[in-house]
């Protein structure tokens, strides 16, 4: 194992001059010293290219994620450096090099610190509302990427999920870890929610990662229940948390997994009724709910035209 690139990390996640943090940063390092064998693979693995060493500079909560227990329940040091080494070859395959150095490298001067990919803007009450595909520390622990709608510099909602195998190891898919809405935007939720003909925003931003799936050509979505969410590793018996994903994900035509009843899985395509299925007084906002989602796809479309391969 390089010590040195190890202890480079740590000083990356850790401001060691604070003596909260150091306390972190020597638990990193035993446990690191504990997995050895798992740690030194993936900081080989960072080392292959000078792509990957600076996505390492850039992100070091890549190791950090493998000594703790983020993604899912239960997930172990293998499992979690095996997701996080699958995702990296996926979005290597398919995302372009200036998109992954954007995402996960240090900022260049010429991007103002920017560090995400704008892939639907629109206009609500005179603001921006946007969908944008980033990663940040505080997004670590249910995934490896992150979707958010923003209106106004607001987070509304955000789903933090990876790309790998699927469940039967024969394509890959997208893996969600969270989704999280935020505990400020009940009212302009309801407003927007409106705005798009009745279509709620929670569905707004599931859209979206159904699009990202779409133009990566991919064919399944798994998303975690409340059973393997992360935190389950820590709660209480006796506590229950306050988002239920499950009933979210059966809305979006999903089915709880057979071989791992920590997931969901749903169709990457939303089913839409037909007009003849629709009440007469219902089909002109449906209409027009309709032309908003082939809106975004067009704009998806166009966006990932110039970050994918």
Known sequence: MDEQILREVGHRLYVTSRLKEMKRY?????????????????????TETQLRKDILKGTPSFIE??????????????????LIKNHVLFMEKNFTQDALARLYAEPKEDTNGDRSVILWKDEFEDKPLYMELSFHAGQRKEGCLSLSLIWDAVDLYQIMFWFGPDMEEKENAVWIGALQGSPNGSEVIKRLTKAFFGYRTKNLIFYGIRNLARCLNLRKI???????YYAM?????DRKLKTDFAAFWEECEGKQCVEDSRFF????????????????????????????????????DGSCGKILK
């Open 26 to 46: 020597l638990v990193f390092r035993t446990r690191c010293r504990i997995h050895k064998d798992v740690v030194s693979d993936l900081l080989d693995f960072f």
């Open 65 to 82: 994620q493998v000594t703790r227990a983020f993604f899912y329940k239960d997930s172990g040091y293998e499992d979690r450096a095996a």
């Open 222 to 228: 798994y998303a975690v229940t409340n059973e393997g």
């Open 233 to 237: 590793n820590h709660v209480r018996s």
């Open 265 to 300: 899985v749903m169709p990457v395509e939303e089913h839409r009724k037909d007009m003849s299925e629709l009440k007469p007084s219902k089909r002109a906002q449906h209409r027009r709910r309709f032309e908003k989602l082939d809106a975004i796809e067009a704009a998806f």
